[in-house]
């Protein structure tokens, strides 16, 4: 294999891994404090059609990102109202945050159908960039791609070493006892959401702007999902989602490119590997019943009343 | 005892304090002072309205009506943090502490503005020095026994310099030790000028360690004492009214052969947090009550779970039921060969929170009352079952179709027990029974117990609270760190010895 | 003014009964707005989505046919979810109960009477197996049955077209991705002339009365209400909660491949690329909005089931795109968690200042 195919590679599989890796750091937040949004899926799909919308409309990718991460929001606010004020049920609220979010996508995209966008811009470094094979692999990506990076020692950072970070795990570890002490349990459980939703809302950005620069429907093909797993795998912690993210980032072009490189396998097989990866990793960590009752938020999924 | 001159407004006094919820009234015209350098004790019995009062003035809850005044001037406590900021410091009956997260963690987490991690280690060491109170800032609280965790709690109020310290029934998870340990702290406190309101139903605690008493009933101040010069029946009758204290003991007579036995069982715990149980041996006869006492988090849970079968043994001769292995068997079988369970938790274990007395009686009674026919389940058998219960065991209830959340503690613990009883058990274990139920209930749970034993059946009690198991048990073992001592009548033991024992973790 | 939840003693019934209706009123509410921010005339939309689709015999039949693999995938996923159970992955079980029925039909092109009944418990045997992936891994290796579940529809929605593109191709079908039509043997019967109204609707009533008998009347519906109310509960009773995630993810998937040999064996006929068009997911939708009770999921399958064929109305008669479906689909859902919160709590009104726990 020559150098500049693995060079090519590695682009790919940086490409292939931003969109989960943003959609992962922010569901690892929530889910730090407590609370299982399951409508990552649907917050990237409405993120996706908004930021191709918004790109498209004003011709400025980075108000498409800018538009995708607010959309993200949105929709996790409705869904922070409903688990978090209104005290329904998170699973089944997720659930309908992802059907809704389809549908909503759908709806919304039905004009940008087929047209074509400019891809969001490399960040171009003078002289770093040229630079044959370290020049594409290390900085010839644009802004998300630097910013989901720097996104990984900052969300560790935050939670291991700022005080805030402190209190929104103790919010997620035992909301009664972070009430009875004073700490606003549903304003944090708030922020975290709505955080989790913006890092959605910039995944979708990043597939319709950079991944594939169009709309089209579903096309997240449960990635959402993909990152809720990858989330368990990490067993929530960020610098070993980071590894899950480029691992499937792998699976994901290993599963694009293995016809070209000659191998005689119907697609349809092929595409299923991420699927199946997905379940593979999850039954991995999982079984370590331990490891997961000693990293997993305690708190993880259940109603919060103060009163109760 | 006080040395404060009368001019000096009282530290903290409260006038008129009321609270409802619904239809129920928590606390009406609450009247209360705590002077500085006093151990003020609040006395009541569960579900007298001490915990409401206590959030109240530590902002947790906002009166309905009343005036709180600090130092002589009126306050409005509207959240912790204005409690914290006038000097009041609580030590909560529930810990607020986070298993995964360090001491020195913890301890930042109940500061306004903690100083940096560094710091704050080295201010935590102080405190620990200077009280007695040994603690490592980098351990995990998760690791800690029961004592470490209250010295947690302490350490993180003390070290607000509070000049209000509140202690809810903080003894009633310590060993005897331990509790003359915390004793020696609350009287340094006093010394240095510090106030504390100690909430506890304990007569003997408090006529030892505090100066004044105000006694609560039914959400309302009752009388106003100073406890050293009142007797354990005089404080009673002021908690209790008219209520009954002790438990009639029918006579009973001990049989030979053991109806429940445990034969060396080891078995470690499923829970990362749990306990294992180690070389555990026990024997239970007709006829007899036997209590294992100890401090939670000592392998009751995981020895309760073994018992019923809901986790099973290793080895199916670790268990014996009426001379028959049954370790490998669930709880159904156990309960079709004579066993009875009440576990600690009940609502979410004992009962389901939101299926109706009916269902709940059949949550057990399916096992051996003929309640499923061909599958189906008989409506007819299994609401007259709880009414039966209801009926038997004075539950006040509104019938077998009010929901297990709507009953009182004490009323859905008769249920439970009753829900066993009517089964006629050969052998019955029951956990906590009294826990945080109102005396009344208490007295007619622990009578429910004795007369089950007097009737033949083998009674085992698993109880942190060492008075009960003193006045009911016949005989007692100690369970420390999932090691069980010997059960040995009670009137050979002594509570030193037994909290000697008790110490088990904390010892080591 | 703030907005207060104190919690009630016990649900109450009559919010349990009142919410649903609710949440129906609220989406048709939010629905005109939605049609009015597309720029159409809301009532003539609403009318066109929800009365138009009834107004013939074809649009009833259309109706029960829509209705009944909702009504019977929901009735499976009720189980589950009153188990605690999240089996969201009912599509790929539908799926798989096509490809397993329909399989049958396409090896016994020749078969006789009994061709049908075969198919019906092979269907039903393709939803169960796939179900018992996540069955098994739930119980073995303790890993979420939501993933799981849901990526295995992938994955059989991805083996259906690897089947109809090549090996099961028709090979008369001029290259289509499709299978050969199945024998008439293996096609559940029309019931009423002019519709397409099939015997798979049968199917559904019995299963409804089936899924009436476990929940409120069988034992082993108890335990999993118990197991799903109060999981700790159910160790102290003694049932076993290994045996009904089992149970409860057999019983699901198995009606599901039941709604997937419906479909193919009913109004299409032969394998597709896609044998539904997201039954396994809305039966979700179906599921709650019916309380979790099967004679609450027939109307609650019956309106999701007119919101799919108002979708295609609309997008006839007023050239609004199909999604729109979805997007009500998602809102009607929204609505009801949300009114949820009236059964378990009292929703009181105060006044900043006032002075309240």
Redesign the interface.
Known sequence: MSPDFIAAVLVAVTTAATPLLLAGLGELVTEKAGVLN?GVEGMMLVGAVGGFAAASATGSGLTGVGVAALLGMATAA?FAF?TL?????Q???G???T??????S??LG?PYIGMPLDRLPPLNIPGLSDLPLVGPVLFGHDALVYLSLAAVPAVAWFLMRT?PG??L??VG??P????????PVIAIRYAATLFGGAMSGLAGAYLSLAYTPMWA?NMS??RG?IA??LV?FATWKPGRLLLGAYLFGLVLILQLHAQGLGLAV?S??L??LP??A??AV??LI??D??R???NAP?SIGKVF?P?? | MTATPDAAPPRLELEGIAKRFGDVVANEDIALDVRAGEIHALLGENGAGKSTLVKIVFGLLQADAGEMRWQGRPVRIANPSAARALGIGIVMQHFALFESLTVAENVALGLDAPPPMRELNQRIAEISERYGLRLDPGRHVQALSVGERQRVEIVRCLIQDPTLLIMDEPTSVLTPQEVEALFAVLRRLRAEGRSVLYISHKLEEIRALCDRATVLRGGRVVSTCVPAEESNASLAAMMLGEGKLVPDRPPHAREATPRLELRDLSLPSADPFGTALQHISLAVHGGEVVGIAGVAGNGQAELAAVLSGEVLAPSAGAVFLEGQEVGRLGPAARRKRGLAFVPEERLGRGAVPDLPLTGNGLLSGYATQPLVKHGLIDRLGTRRFAQAVIERFGVRAGGPAASARSLSGGNLQRFIIGRELLQQPRVLICVQPTWGIDALAATAVQEALLQLAADGAAVLVISQDLDELMAIADRIAVIGAGRLSVAEPVAELSVEQIGLRMGGRDAA | MRLRLEARGAPSAAMAWATPPAAVLATLVAGSVLFAGLGFDPLQSLYSFFIQPLTNAYGIGELAVKGAPLIICAVGLSIGFRANVWNIGAEGQLTMGAICGGGVALALPDAGWWLLPVMVVAGAAGGMAWAAIPAFLRTRFNANEILTSLMLSYVAVLILSYLVHGPWRDPAGFNFPESAMFPDTGMLPVLWEGTRLHAGVLLAVAVVLAGWLLVSRAFLGFQIAVAGMAPAAAGYAGFRGKRLIWLSLLIGGGLAGLAGLGEVAGPIGQLRPTVSPGYGFTAIIVAFLGRLHPLGIVPAGLLVALSYIGGETVQIELGMPVAVAGVFQGMLLFFLLASDVLVRYRVRLTRPGELVA
């Open positions: 399951l409705l409903l004020t209104l005290l329904s049920n699973v089944a609220t659930l309908a945050l059907i809704f979010g389809v549908g909503l759908s709806l039905k005080r402190l209190i795990r103790s570890e035992s009664e006892a972070a009430h009875a002490l004073g700490h429907e093909a449960g999902w809720l797993a368990v119907p349809q097989w595409s299923m699927y199946l997905t379940i999850l039954v999982s079984r019943a331990t997961i009752r000693l305690a009343h009163d109760t």
